[in-house]
Nanobody, 116 residues
């Protein structure tokens, strides 16, 4: 059974930091590209960050501007997203996604709320 379980979301003040994690099971994790997306009500999901199967290539959404860092540990079937310098506009549900060709898996999401 495929599972992607996100954790680490919560409430943080502007300028603060959060570290999201996504733990995978049920598929060959090290073969899959992994990505973080986010979504706010009324809008589609947007790419936050992605990392290649071996962890040697990363990409980020334009809005990240050096504030976030994605990493992965293939021995633990886990990816993380370190988010620094959070702003009100970063409030969203953050989703973990695994992809391999046309095979795609999504997690259930974790809420990140940035508020003073």
């Amino acid at each position: 059974q495929v599972q992607l379980v996100e954790s680490g979301g919560g409430l943080v003040q502007p300028g603060g930091s959060l570290r999201l994690s996504c733990t995978a099971s049920g598929f060959p994790f090290s073969a899959y590209g992994m990505r973080w997306y986010r979504q706010v009500p009324g809008k589609g999901r947007e790419l936050v960050a992605g990392i290649s199967p071996a962890g040697d290539s990363r990409n980020y959404g334009d809005f990240v501007k050096g504030r976030f860092a994605i990493s992965r540990d293939n021995a633990k079937n886990t990816i993380t997203l370190q988010m620094n310098g959070l702003s009100l506009e970063d409030t969203a549900v953050y989703y973990c996604k695994a992809d391999y060709g046309r095979i795609v898996y999504w997690g259930q999401g974790t809420q990140v709320t940035v508020s003073s």
